[in-house]
């Protein structure tokens, strides 16, 4: 039986998993930014759909890369929630968090390197925010919340035993798909700290104007949806041992490890 991989491996693989995540992700928002710019309007729906599925195939191909060896979350929200709800160790969620982190910021640092400074302040400010004269911190706030939360619910139904195995990173990536085409418009659907906090502090380092004001909104509301998307999942997936007779799911086979975790 092969070695679990050890600590350095699993940062490592979070670190590129969110570096991979920003710099497609938002880098895709960044680039059409670009694109657009001469035009001085909104992203179409066209475009923000493009952007939407750059956001799941990279999701896609990042978790099947990694999840096996980190369990994949490339997201602090996630990271947090598991460990809130007893799926994931107290004492690793600061290392995990510290890779997500510099894996944002080396991802939006690539930005620079492919698209240039106008784009590296785009992936930040330009397109990851709020319109304050429209909208207030706690609606932003919440708006984010709904969006982890629904992510997270996803993630955790996916990592139970008893879901179809092979899935989890189609159904990530495709309720990030459909979250963004929603909260795109109003917040720029960070659902993400690490993705948010990346760009952000690039954009400040190129010389963007950056809303802190802003930030405690975004962070607020995503780790407090993903902690609300965890619960809820755990207290609806919990079955009595006669429920498998009435359910649609497996009877209940022996726990096993997926992406990182066992359920």
């Known amino acids: 039986m092969a070695a679990p ?3 350095p491996q699993k940062l490592l693989a979070e670190a590129l998993g969110t570096a991979f995540l920003v710099y497609v992700g938002a880098g895709s ?3 059409t930014g670009v694109i657009a710019s001469g035009t001085k309007v909104a992203f179409s729906m066209a475009q923000l759909g493009m952007i939407s599925f750059a956001f799941m195939l990279v999701i896609v191909g990042a978790v099947y890369a990694i999840g096996h060896i980190s369990g994949g979350h490339i997201n602090p929200a996630v990271t947090l929630a598991l ?3 007893g799926k994931f160790p107290w004492r690793e969620v600061p290392g ?3 890779a997500q982190l510099a894996g944002a910021i080396a991802g939006a640092a690539a930005i620079f390197l492919t698209l240039g400074r106008a ?5 930040g400010g330009g397109v990851t925010k709020y319109n304050a004269a429209a909208m207030g911190f706690g609606r932003a706030s919440l708006i984010e919340a709904i969006g982890t939360f629904m992510l997270v619910f996803v993630i955790f139904g996916v990592i139970d035993h008893r879901a179809v195995p092979g899935w989890a990173p189609m159904a990530i990536g495709s309720v990030v798909f459909a979250i963004i085409i929603i909260l795109g418009p109003a917040t720029g659907a960070a659902i993400n700290p690490a993705r948010y906090l990346g760009t952000v502090f690039m954009q400040s380092g190129f010389g963007g104007t950056v809303s802190w004001a802003q930030v405690p909104a975004y962070l607020i509301g995503e780790f407090a949806g993903a902690v609300l998307g965890g619960l ?9 041992a006669d429920a498998a007779m009435t359910s649609l799911a497996p009877a209940d ?5 997926v992406g990182g975790a066992t359920s």
């Open 5 to 7: 991989p050890t600590t």
């Open 29 to 31: 928002a960044a680039a």
């Open 83 to 85: 460990a809130v709800s």
């Open 96 to 98: 995990y968090v510290a």
């Open 119 to 123: 784009a590296t302040v785009a992936a």
């Open 232 to 240: 809820a999942y755990v207290t609806i997936g919990r079955v009595r």
């Open 253 to 257: 086979p022996e726990p096993q490890k």
